[in-house]
């Protein structure tokens, strides 16, 4: 696009709790796209009771949303505690069982539903648009789209002022939504020999799959649980996963300081991404600026996503 906007101040660059819940069709024109037929959402861990009221409510909220603009919903969720009761999660498939997250995903067939959402036990989806999100996500072309993430350690994930949508190479899996092609090669990445934590897929799933991601800057999310104590799991251990699992896709002969070095910039151009570009403004701020270019929807693509074979070189 011609016009890019850049990270500003953190402070700047943050919107409040205060946000407004973005109207339909956050880029102008996207509310002409269609909206799919069908939506299943994955929760892939719940374990703390203290949790379930927030989940139980974002659940609602988006079967609610979804209902209303005719999109089949289905969810099912991954409780690994017996902290957390028989029936307290209603109106979705519930699965009790110990084990991983990345387990459990494996274990799932989503079937031929159009698009999957996958969504952190943590997450408060208030400022969240389903119709506007969905439309948006088709309007850029996107296989995979995720909420901004309030105040998140990634600013790669973090809300861009006056946009809508910008382009990443790199998702932390919070609230997500995948095309199914999409979704299925993701899995397809999960390793539990090398990184049964799964920390290492999100490095190196864009390269692999092909595919097209985006966050969409309007539609804010917060993660309650945040990165702290609460933690479910070793967080040593998982480090470790994942550097095992991109030793292995990045290149298995490469000196400690060379993957060290890879790492580092990987982290500091796509992750860090304090550059970041709009790939589309908001409408109401092309509203203010009509000669900004805009997204139109247009007629679906086949999806592009495919699952490569070879292993890439690794990122410079």
Same mark, same amino acid.
């Given at each position: 696009m011609a016009w890019c906007c850049k990270l500003g101040s953190f402070a700047k660059a943050q919107p409040t709790v205060q946000q407004p819940i973005p109207k339909e069709g956050g880029i102008r024109g996207a509310?002409?796209?269609p909206l799919p037929k069908s939506l299943t959402l994955v929760v892939p861990g719940h374990g703390m009771s203290s949790r379930t009221p927030l989940l139980t409510a974002s659940l609602s909220k988006i079967s609610?949303?979804?209902k209303g603009i005719g999109v089949a919903f289905s969810c099912v969720v991954f409780v690994y505690s017996p902290s957390v009761q028989k029936g307290a999660i209603t109106g979705c498939e519930v699965r009790f069982g110990a084990g991983l997250w990345?387990?459990?995903?494996?274990?799932l067939s989503i079937g031929s539903t159009e698009v999957v959402a996958l969504m952190l036990d943590d997450i408060d989806i208030?400022?969240?648009? $389903? @119709?506007?999100? =969905?439309?948006?996500?088709h309007a850029a072309r996107l296989d995979v789209a995720s909420a901004a993430v309030h105040r998140w350690r990634w600013s790669i994930m973090r809300p861009l002022s006056n946009c809508a949508v910008h382009r990443t190479r790199f998702i932390d899996p919070l609230f997500v939504i995948y095309t199914n092609a999409?979704?299925?090669?993701?899995?397809?990445?999960?390793?539990?020999?090398?990184?049964?934590?799964?920390?290492?897929?999100?490095?190196?799933?864009?390269?692999?799959?092909n595919a097209s991601l985006g966050v969409l800057d309007e539609h804010v999310v917060e993660h309650r649980g945040g990165a702290g104590p609460q933690r479910s799991?070793?967080?040593?251990?998982?480090?470790?996963? $994942? @550097?095992?699992? =991109?030793?292995?896709?990045?290149?298995?002969?490469?000196?400690e300081e060379k993957f060290d070095k890879a790492l580092v910039t990987f982290k500091r151009n796509e992750v860090r991404a304090y550059g970041a570009r709009c790939s589309a403004v908001s409408s109401s701020y092309a509203a203010l600026n009509p000669l900004m270019d805009v997204l139109k929807c247009g007629p679906v693509v086949p999806a592009r996503v495919e699952?490569?074979?070879?292993?890439q070189p690794p990122l410079r």
């Open positions: 509310t002409k796209c609610a949303q979804l990345t387990q459990f995903i494996l274990q208030h400022h969240v648009n $389903m @119709r506007a999100f =969905l439309q948006t996500m999409a979704y299925r090669c993701w899995r397809s990445l999960l390793d539990l020999e090398l990184d049964r934590n799964g920390w290492g897929t999100a490095y190196v799933y864009a390269r692999r799959c799991y070793n967080t040593s251990e998982a480090e470790a996963g $994942m @550097r095992r699992y =991109l030793r292995y896709h990045w290149g298995k002969n490469m000196s699952h490569r074979q070879n292993h």
